[in-house]
């Protein structure tokens, strides 16, 4: 199956640090999601990219859509309590209905 | 608006016994998905609905069968659960911007001893 590699696996952050996190692929994708995960809760969508090139920011959250279409950025900065999750990337194909998830990123901020 | 909402929320079975996992979603969208979710594997595929009446393989689709019930609710089935099937199930539906942007429910905990 579609192999998106995302990393880090897990961060240990200071309060008030900022982060950065990336999602890669083997395939080019039309559009990268980024999405949050609470322990016990579904996923929430973020951000959302469509162009090759893309930067987008939701508050202290920004993602980048990879020049190369294979990859994406999310840096999130000032990080507080709340910050703590998994975020999980993901991405569809060209023609696909269909998205790829990341294996996601565990970020836990130290107060 | 509820968006996407999923019953039962937790559920234990016993190998061998069969249950439907519903879902619903009150936005208006075409597509829907079904995904479960293993420690540290991410979130994979069971089966999707582009539109109402159809339905597709995902990446894991066997030991699963799937119902599009109309345009808001779309089940999943397991007809003789086995072990390997425990693991948290999402729901999820598709719109926004370019149709692309899936919605998650609250999720629903399976396990079968």
């Known amino acids: 199956g579609q192999q998106l590699n995302q990393s880090p696996q897990s961060m240990f952050i200071q309060e008030g640090e900022d982060v950065s996190m990336n999602c890669t692929s083997s ?9 949050k995960q609470d322990p016990g809760e579904g996923p929430v969508l973020l951000i959302a990219l469509y162009k090759a090139g893309e930067l987008t920011s939701n508050g202290r959250l920004t993602a980048q859509f990879g020049i190369t279409r294979k990859d994406s950025f999310l840096n999130i900065s000032a990080t507080i309590p709340s910050d703590v999750g998994i975020y999980f990337c993901a991405g569809r194909r060209t023609g696909a209905n269909n998205l790829f998830f990341g294996t996601g990123t565990r970020l836990t901020v130290i107060p | 608006n509820a968006g996407v909402t999923q019953t ?11 249950m439907t996992l519903q879902c619903a979603q009150d936005m208006n969208h075409n597509s829907m998905y079904w995904y479960r979710q293993d420690p540290g594997m991410g979130l994979r595929l069971i089966y999707y609905s582009a539109s109402e009446g159809t339905t597709d393989k995902g990446e894991v689709p066997n030991g699963y069968n799937v119902s599009r019930l109309n345009k808001r609710e779309f089940s999943l089935r397991l007809e003789s659960a086995a072990p390997s099937q425990t ?6 539906s598709s719109g926004g911007n370019q149709g692309y942007e899936q919605y998650f429910g609250p999720g629903t905990r399976l396990t079968v001893t």
């Open chain 1, 27 to 35: 395939s080019i994708f039309n559009t990268w999601l980024w999405y």
């Open chain 2, 8 to 18: 039962p929320k937790f559920q234990v079975l016993k190998t061998g016994q069969s």
């Open chain 2, 87 to 92: 693991s948290v199930y999402f729901c999820a």
